[in-house]
């Protein structure tokens, strides 16, 4: 079984997909079997992360700006694809450096997630954005 | 098929978990199909590393530690979440930049692993932990 | 239905693979699946990137270079495992921070990719190495 769930993103940070991804799983109506979660674009990610305190959000965002600065950055005057913007390229090096694909399986009819994982988009652009993640179902 | 492995850890560093899992796949029976492991957690990882020199997993471990170091550390100031202890925050970083779920083809009966392949678990807090990898098996 | 595509390379960079792969989809003659590329090697990686502006890919190269230093520069005094050259460590914590296995959906009998995607091998050793990417299709 296939599906895709739409993020409509304003600026970095993380986004909970969590409960669209557990309705997908529950249509679909298997007992046991394998999901993957699938990101068309190359300038967000999927992470799996603690859904409890919404510091770890926080810092994790704060985190990976500092990793990868802006392209107008002094320590980041090496980039050259910056015409579409300051945030661009960061955002390529962090959908490299994070998940495209994530594959959890599935157990009792929910995802066997930890009682502290949620899923997460990742946005690394600062304009708002639309975002597609494709979800596969299978045994 | 599905099933579990459960690491105990104590400390930072990587457990090899490869002998576990290979024998998951040869009771699933299947010559051809595909494995999927899973981490419930938000502050381990699973990697897919050398298994030859055990210069390698020190330096792993050396290097992540560089990268995120403990948010008692100076250059960590920024970090908001730390009522867990130094390594709590830090471990949710590494968290998010290593693997959650990995994905072997299985073909012959066994894992398609390279030849110096070995799968672990990279454990990121510094106290003892129990660590439980979902593992899938499907066609 | 497995496979696998061997790519030879002439030093560190992306080698893109998106044709092979397409391939290897349409043969296997499935309208919905679930692909999984895995590839059998713990010094180069598989990533999904921009395949349109070929600055993207100088630029994700140059970051993860400046990130992670051959181990005869002097802030990577701490590596230990230098014998098979100083490109050699760095390139296994490469292969640790990006992906070994991607798994895409396909759907109409293509992967799901969207538009601006690419499927690529990054190899992160200077001498040539001949490549194996596994292949998995599953329903």
């Given at each position: 079984m296939q599906g895709a769930i739409t993020v409509s993103t304003s600026g970095q940070g993380l986004y909970e997909i969590t409960r669209d991804v557990a309705e997908f799983v529950r249509g679909?109506?298997?007992a046991e079997g394998l999901l993957t979660l699938f990101v068309r674009h190359t300038s967000c990610s999927l992470v799996i992360q603690e859904n409890?305190?919404?510091?770890?959000?926080?810092?994790?965002k704060a985190f990976?700006?500092?990793l990868v600065?802006?392209?107008?950055?002094?320590?980041?005057?090496?980039?050259t694809h910056t015409m579409e913007g300051p945030d661009d390229m960061p955002a390529h090096i962090k959908a490299a450096l994070l998940p495209v694909s994530l594959s959890i399986p599935v157990a009792g009819g929910r995802m066997a997630l930890g009682t502290w994982q949620g899923?997460?988009?990742?946005?690394h652009r600062t304009s708002p954005h639309r975002r597609e993640v494709a979800l596969h179902l299978s045994a």
């Open positions: 679909g109506g298997r409890a305190d919404p510091d770890v959000q926080r810092d994790l990976f700006a500092r600065p802006p392209s107008d950055d002094p320590s980041m005057r090496w980039v899923v997460y988009l990742f946005e």
